[in-house]
C-alpha cells in the first residue's frame, strides 16, 4: 500500500508560509485565519515528528527539515496547478511567451489578424524581457512561445522556423544622407548596445571586418533592443536592429540605415511547443499564418552578408 500523504491543505499552509516568512501573509493568502495556518503547521510537524519553523526574535525561519520539503511541495503544486490550468482553461486558448521587442514591433499586430480569421484563434500573449530567449514548459504555464535561438531544442518540441535574425545599423531619418556611411563617421558615431555585452554590435563589426576600426568602447548600453531603436530613432546615436524589426519604421522614415548592410547572426525566431500539448493542430496553423506574413513583408533594401 502507498504511504498515506500528509493533508493537502495543510502542506499548502506550509508552502505559503514558508515563502512568505510569515504566518499572517499566508493567512492572509489563503484566506484564513492566523490560528487555522498554525494548526496546520501543528499537524505536518506531528505527521513529520520534527519542527519546521523557528522564531528568531520576530523573524520566522525554516527548520533544515522545512528546508529539505519545501522543494517538493513547492514544485508539487506547481504540477498540481499546471495540470488544473490546462484542463480548466478554455479550449480555444493559446498562452504565448514571447520577447517584448518581437512583440511591441512585429508580434502583437499579427497575432490580432489572426485572431480576427475566424472565432477560436484566440492567442494570449505574454510579452517578457530575456537576456537569453528562454522557456520552461514544465514551470511556465504557456502553450507555446516564440524564442530567438539557433534551432537547439528539445527533442520533444514541435519547431516552426518563422524568420532569421538580420542585424543592421539603424538611427534616426536625420542620419541619412546620399551615400552610405564611411568607416569613419560610424567610428565616430555614438554607438547604442541593446544587450550590456554589446554582442550584437561585436557580431556586425566582425562580420563586415570592422572591429579593428570601429571600437565597442563607450555608448550608451540598453537592456532591450526596443530601447536602444528608440534611443537611436530620437538622434542619441546608431543602434543596432533586427532588419524585419525595423522594416515598418523604415518605411514611414521613423529610422534610417546609415550603413545599409544586414549581417545574419546566425540565430532564427522559431515557434515552439510542446509535441504532447493540447492544441497541436491550431499551434501549426498560427505558425503557418506567421510564415506567411514574414513572406509577404516588404523589407528595406540592403545588402545581406550570411
Known amino acids: 500500500m502507498p504511504r498515506r500523504l500528509p493533508p493537502l491543505y495543510a502542506l499548502r499552509a506550509f508552502e505559503a508560509a514558508a515563502r512568505h516568512s510569515s504566518f499572517t501573509r499566508a493567512a492572509e493568502e489563503l484566506s484564513i485565519t492566523q490560528s487555522a495556518v498554525s494548526r496546520h503547521i501543528r499537524t505536518l510537524e506531528a505527521y513529520f515528528g520534527c519542527r519546521?519553523?523557528?522564531?528568531n526574535g520576530r523573524n520566522l525561519q525554516l527548520t533544515e527539515s522545512a528546508r529539505t520539503l519545501l522543494p517538493g511541495v513547492r514544485d508539487g503544486f506547481s504540477a498540481l496547478e499546471r495540470a488544473c490550468d490546462t484542463l480548466g482553461s478554455e479550449d480555444h486558448i493559446l498562452r504565448m511567451k514571447a520577447p517584448s521587442t518581437l512583440t511591441m514591433r512585429w508580434l502583437l499586430a499579427r497575432l490580432s489578424r489572426f485572431r480576427h480569421l475566424q472565432e477560436g484563434n484566440e492567442?494570449?500573449?505574454?510579452?517578457?524581457?530575456?537576456?537569453?530567449?528562454?522557456?520552461?514548459?514544465?514551470?511556465?504555464?504557456?502553450?507555446?512561445?516564440?524564442?530567438?535561438g539557433t534551432g537547439n531544442f528539445p527533442p520533444d518540441w514541435q519547431v516552426i522556423a518563422l524568420f532569421p535574425e538580420w542585424l543592421v545599423?539603424?538611427?534616426?531619418?536625420?542620419?541619412?544622407?546620399?551615400?552610405?556611411?564611411?568607416?569613419?563617421?560610424?567610428?565616430?558615431?555614438?554607438?547604442?548596445?541593446?544587450?550590456?555585452?554589446?554582442?550584437?554590435?561585436r557580431t556586425w563589426l566582425t562580420r563586415m571586418q570592422l572591429d579593428e576600426q570601429v571600437s565597442l568602447k563607450g555608448g550608451q548600453a540598453f537592456d532591450t533592443l526596443e530601447l536602444g531603436m528608440i534611443a537611436a530613432a530620437r538622434g542619441y546615436g546608431v543602434a543596432i536592429g533586427d532588419l524585419l524589426m525595423v522594416a515598418e519604421d523604415v518605411a514611414q522614415a521613423r529610422l534610417s540605415l546609415p550603413w545599409p548592410t544586414a549581417v545574419a547572426s546566425g540565430e532564427v525566431y522559431y515557434l515552439v511547443w510542446p509535441k504532447t500539448r493540447p492544441g497541436g493542430e491550431r499551434l501549426r496553423r498560427l505558425g503557418e499564418?506567421?510564415?506567411a506574413e514574414v513572406a509577404a513583408m516588404i523589407l528595406p533594401s540592403v545588402t545581406l552578408l550570411s
Open 52 to 55: 519546521l519553523f523557528q522564531r
Open 169 to 201: 545599423p539603424v538611427g534616426s531619418p536625420q542620419l541619412l544622407t546620399d551615400a552610405p556611411w564611411t568607416v569613419e563617421q560610424l567610428a565616430a558615431a555614438e554607438l547604442l548596445h541593446p544587450t550590456p555585452d554589446r554582442r550584437d554590435w
Open 123 to 148: 492567442v494570449q500573449l505574454t510579452s517578457a524581457w530575456m537576456e537569453i530567449d528562454h522557456v520552461d514548459f514544465n514551470h511556465e504555464p504557456f502553450d507555446c512561445a516564440v524564442l530567438l
Open 289 to 291: 499564418f506567421l510564415q
